[in-house]
């Protein structure tokens, strides 16, 4: 079964600081991607940063990095330099291309609040 | 690029009627589209993967005369509530996939329909 996991349901930072947002995913594909998104008190769903589980490298995007253990089955966000806007609950998905007809799986998110 | 529009953004209707939200992809074409609902709080919960020219694929307790979904274009899916009731108050959101791409889905910003 595919599976996401955030297990921080909230957390707090200061401004200026980074912050690690905790991600494990379950699955028996070889061949899948990991995403993050951010979703304000708007409602919006934006896009953050995509790793593959081919790639060699951790995805970065700007602020955002993503630190991918495969062997760990684990993609945290790092969130560098928290800015009072990066205030929002952060979602961990996972594609994968076989299974679930390319659909996103979702985990449960983690409320992030920076403190200024 | 990778703009998803939805329509409205808000609507408030009364128990017993109709309700279509519109789900666009602006600059890019999209042969694959997903309705999420999301109650306050919470993650978000699959309902149907919209399909362009084809019946909607329906996740597991999701009354499919209950959501009508018809993708009739590779740009636009319509989500229907139909016969609301106070219970399908929630928040409806639509993401689209760019044909071609890594599996990415870019959301529309929401329908908070209140059903009364």
């Known amino acids: 079964a595919q599976k996401i996991t955030q297990t921080q349901p909230g957390m707090f930072v200061q401004e200026k600081e980074a912050v690690t947002l905790d991600c494990t995913y379950d699955?028996?594909?070889?061949?899948?991607?990991l995403f993050w998104y951010k979703q304000p008190s708007s409602g919006e769903m934006i896009f953050l940063i995509y790793?593959?589980?081919?790639?060699?490298q951790n995805a970065t995007e700007g602020r955002y990095s993503l630190n991918f253990q495969k062997a760990r089955k684990s993609a945290n966000l790092v969130i560098s330099a928290s800015q009072l806007g990066d205030s929002a609950m952060y979602f961990c998905?996972?594609?994968?291309?076989?299974?679930?007809?390319?659909?996103?799986?979702f985990g449960q998110g983690t409320e992030l609040s920076v403190k200024p | 690029g990778a703009v998803v529009s939805q329509h409205p953004s808000r609507v408030i209707c009364k128990s017993g009627t109709s309700v279509k939200i519109e789900c666009r992809s602006l600059?890019?074409?999209?042969?694959?589209m997903f309705w999420y609902r999301q109650f306050p709080k919470q993650s978000l919960m699959l309902m149907a993967t919209?399909?362009?020219?084809?019946?909607?694929?329906?996740e597991q307790g999701v009354e499919k005369d209950k959501f009508l979904i018809n993708h009739a274009s590779l740009t636009l899916s319509t989500l229907t509530v139909t016969s609301a009731h106070p219970e399908d108050s929630s928040f409806y959101i639509c993401?689209?996939?760019?044909?071609?791409?890594?599996?990415?889905?870019?959301f529309g910003p929401g329908t908070r329909l209140t059903v009364t």
């Open positions: 699955t028996s594909d070889q061949s899948y991607g």
């Open positions: 993401s689209a996939s760019p044909t071609g791409a890594r599996g990415e889905q870019y």
């Open positions: 790793q593959g589980s081919y790639d060699e």
């Open positions: 600059d890019f074409q999209a042969t694959t």
């Open positions: 919209s399909n362009e020219g084809s019946k909607a694929t329906y």
């Open positions: 998905a996972m594609r994968t291309l076989y299974n679930q007809g390319g659909k996103l799986i």
